[in-house]
């Protein structure tokens, strides 16, 4: 995940924002799609079910399952805000060898081969559009899921919690508002007021019900670690907060390496089990 301007700004492109409604440039803050899928699980040995799903509003998204025999709970995955799944498929093969449960990723539209342009609205179509699907699988138990969201994906999936019934929520590098993330990225022009992208994953963080796991690297040099902090902090009980020492913002599961995994596994087989994280 980046936090960068496409170019730098000045007066007279705040100008521009400011009679152009802030649009493009907004986009190109906050979201970062690729549309190349460099590889898929199967390129790493792991089966998978390449899904085509459709919004509410008749966006097609790509989506991909991946089984594990035996096991009806899923691990319900929303990616950051740059790249698209095929980024993701070396973290994607530890979760699922280490959890042993069934995953279902998906690319935001305007990702990958999602149709469609992104957007904040899109998203959460996007992200209910995966929960409700899940619902009609028969080799999926509805009170074992497990929604696991990073950074922008955070902010997905604690929208996600509020709307839907889950049995955890897990936030990896979360941050408290796109507008607190304006202030960092250009701390000299007072932007935030102009974006019409909210991302307020602070205010909705303690209409969450379920347990939470929140994961942070102490050294995140996006997203800082105190704004994480900030999402545990306003959470309701029962929660959980891991920091990973020296981890920055994109290498969590690999300098967490094995307790990050057993971190997560521990979480979601208590919560699958009894609805509690471990004491």
Request: charged residues 20%; hydrophobic residues 40%.
């Amino acid at each position: 995940m980046k936090w960068n301007a496409p170019f730098p700004l000045s007066i007279g492109l705040l100008l521009l924002w400011l009679s152009a409604g802030g649009c493009m440039i907004e986009r190109g803050f906050i979201f970062f799609p690729k549309r190349e899928v460099v590889q898929t699980p199967a390129d790493e040995g792991v089966p998978f079910e390449d899904l085509y799903l459709s919004t509410p509003d008749g966006t097609v998204i790509n989506a991909w399952f991946i089984p594990s025999p035996g096991s009806k709970k899923v691990l319900l995955w929303f990616h950051g805000n740059g790249g698209n799944l095929s980024h993701r498929v070396a973290q994607l093969r530890m979760l699922h060898d280490a959890l042993g449960m069934n995953i279902l990723m998906i690319d935001f539209r305007g990702y990958g081969r999602s149709e469609g342009v992104v957007g904040e609205e899109g998203t959460y179509q996007d992200a209910l559009t995966s929960y409700d699907y899940l619902l009609t699988r028969p080799d999926i138990d509805p009170e074992a899921i497990v929604i696991y969201g990073q950074s922008l994906g955070a902010a997905v999936a604690t929208e996600l919690a509020v709307q839907r019934k889950e049995a955890g929520l897990i936030l990896e590098a979360p941050f408290t508002s796109i507008r607190d993330m304006a202030k960092i990225t250009f701390p000299w022009l007072p932007i935030g007021r102009l974006l019409s992208t909210r991302y307020d994953l602070l205010s909705k963080i303690n209409r969450v019900q379920a347990p939470l796991l929140l994961i942070h690297g102490d050294e995140d040099e996006v997203v800082p670690y105190a704004q994480g902090r900030r999402v545990f902090e306003a959470a309701r009980p029962p929660k959980e907060m891991y920091t990973v020492q020296g981890a920055g913002h994109n290498n969590l599961y690999r300098v967490g390496g094995l307790l990050y995994l057993r971190t997560i596994r521990r979480f979601v087989e208590a919560v699958s089990l009894n609805g509690r994280p471990p004491d």
